[in-house]
Structures are given as structure tokens and as C-alpha cells.
Nanobody
């Protein structure tokens, strides 16, 4: 069984910073692309940023220059450093990872989601 556990959300004033973390654990053989998505009330879930196992990154235009995604492959952990936060960044942030799980004599590649962590930007 594989699970993703996020941490680091909270309430911050506009212009402030937060760092989100997500740890993958369980019967993991390898972790491929990891990423962060967010969903605000009434909106669809959208990609914020993702990062490959080799370190290539991709960002939504709305967060370029303000957010930085990174990962620690040895710890199966992905981070999202969020600076210059705006009220429109308020959302539930979800971690996502493509993981090759080891099960018995076989392997299975699946996409996994964390439970979500609330980020609120407000004065």
C-alpha cells in the first residue's frame, strides 16, 4: 500500500511565504513525476507545478517566479516553496505522484494523491 502525506498548509498574509511537503511511503520501487495541484471552491483542480525524477520542472504561468518545486529522491519527498503569496492562491493543495509499487512478485505503476492541505492567503 502506497500513501502520500502532505504537511505545511495554513493561514498567511498576502506577500507571505509557506512551504508544503509531501512524503510518499509504502511498498515503493520507484517514484517518477511528483507534483502539486490545487483546487479553489467552485474551480477545477489545476496543476501548480511538477518535477520529474531527474529534476526537470514545470510551472503554471500564475505561479512562475513565485513558487519553487523541489524533491529529495532519497526521502521520496516533494516540496513546494511558495513566496509572494496572493489571495488568489487560496485553495486546497494536493500532492500527486506516479509511483511504481512493488507487490508480491510484480510491480504496478499508479498515480497517487494526498489528502490535501488548506492554504489560505488573507489579511
Amino acid at each position: 500500500q502506497v500513501q502520500l502525506v502532505e504537511s505545511g498548509g495554513g493561514l498567511v498574509q498576502p506577500g507571505g511565504s509557506l512551504t508544503l511537503s509531501c512524503v510518499a511511503s509504502g511498498s515503493i520501487f520507484s517514484v517518477n513525476t511528483m507534483g502539486w495541484y490545487r483546487q479553489a471552491p467552485g474551480n477545477q483542480r489545476e496543476l501548480v507545478a511538477d518535477i520529474t525524477s531527474g529534476g526537470s520542472t514545470n510551472y503554471a504561468d500564475s505561479v512562475k517566479g513565485r513558487f519553487t518545486i523541489s524533491r529529495d529522491n532519497a526521502k521520496n519527498t516533494v516540496y513546494l516553496q511558495m513566496n509572494s503569496l496572493k489571495p488568489e492562491d487560496t485553495a486546497v493543495y494536493y500532492c500527486n505522484a506516479d509511483i511504481l509499487g512493488a507487490y508480491g512478485s510484480g510491480f504496478e505503476l499508479s498515480a497517487y494523491w494526498g489528502q490535501g492541505t488548506q492554504v489560505t492567503v488573507s489579511s
